[in-house]
């Protein structure tokens, strides 16, 4: 069980079929260095190995943040083109491992979500925040740049317009403005517990159809509309091969629930 794993900064619990990875550097507001990139790292694969856990949340310990971005201090020792490259990929790295994940991953931002905390939640699927969250890229304050897959994956997400807003300005954020701008999905005074109503509204449906979802829209975005199409028709023929098809199919002209296997 999941449970017995120790980790410094971060925690995963299991509820069921919800895994929830709770970051937790009280002392630095929860703000991301390497040695909880690797921690990162590792409770994805165990997330990913363990069969019973269909959905994934991310969240922050504590009222005031989710994560105040990567640590400065540790930022701050970084010298050089090479340094900071090599920084940057391991980071991205952890990045794509989530949004690569075959299950559905929430963000409950429950607090600032500042730098490569919000690049963080811009790698989950789909994000909840609290209505006193703020959100910003403030890189530029420092004289570096979003170095997560920030400024790939903002603009992807709103467009390069409302993207370089942000990334220029450095703006932070309330919840209501990142809600009108798309950026998030929906406020809950309780971020934690909206985010599992989403992921229990997820797990309710086809495991593979979920994962094969993921997988289109992620690929599509990096390519034409042709070849996304295309991407489309392979994945759809995958999914109509499965038993869950059959089975989802089957339910719905059986006026039933469909009790979906994963196979
Ligand atoms: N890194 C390290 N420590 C931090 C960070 C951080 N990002 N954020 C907060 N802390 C620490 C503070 O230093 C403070 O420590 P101490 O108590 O020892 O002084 C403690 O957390 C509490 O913070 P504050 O006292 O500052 O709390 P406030 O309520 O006054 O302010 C803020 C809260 C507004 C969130 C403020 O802490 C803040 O502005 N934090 C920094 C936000 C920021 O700039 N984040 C972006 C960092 S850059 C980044 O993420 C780049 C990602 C890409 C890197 C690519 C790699 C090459």
């Known amino acids: 069980h999941m449970d017995e794993y120790e980790f410094e900064n971060l925690t995963i619990d299991q509820h069921g079929p919800l895994a929830v990875l709770t ?11 390497s040695a909880t990139f690797g921690e990162m790292s590792e409770a994805l694969d165990l997330i990913v190995d363990n069969a019973e856990i269909g959905a994934l949340i991310i969240t922050g310990a504590g009222e005031k943040a989710f994560v105040a971005g990567a640590d400065i201090s540790e930022l701050n020792g970084l010298d050089g083109v090479y340094a900071g490259r090599e920084v940057a990929l391991a980071g991205q790295d952890v990045m794509s491992q989530i949004s690569n994940l075959p299950i559905p991953v929430i963000a409950a931002i429950n607090g600032f979500a500042l730098g490569g905390g919000f690049e963080l939640a811009l790698a989950c699927d789909i994000r909840v925040a609290s209505p006193r969250a703020r959100l910003g890229l403030p890189e530029v304050t420092l004289g570096v740049i979003p170095g997560f897959g920030g400024t790939q994956r903002l603009p992807r997400l709103i467009g390069a317009g409302r993207a370089l807003d942000l990334l220029l ?4 954020i309330s919840a209501e403005e990142a ?3 798309g950026v998030v999905n929906y406020l809950a005074d309780e971020p934690l517990a909206k985010a599992r109503e989403v992921a229990e509204s997820i797990v309710k449906n086809g495991p593979i159809a979920i994962s094969l979802v993921k997988e289109a829209v992620r690929r599509g975005l990096d390519t034409t509309l042709d070849a996304g199409c295309e991407i489309e028709a ?4 995958m999914a109509v091969a499965t038993a869950d098809f059959q089975e989802g199919t089957g339910a719905f002209l059986a006026k039933r629930k469909p009790e979906f296997k994963g196979e």
């Open 23 to 33: 970051l937790n550097r009280p002392k630095a507001l929860n703000a991301l260095n």
């Open 169 to 172: 300005t450095a703006r932070q």
């Open 179 to 181: 809600l009108q701008m």
């Open 234 to 237: 392979d994945l759809f023929g």
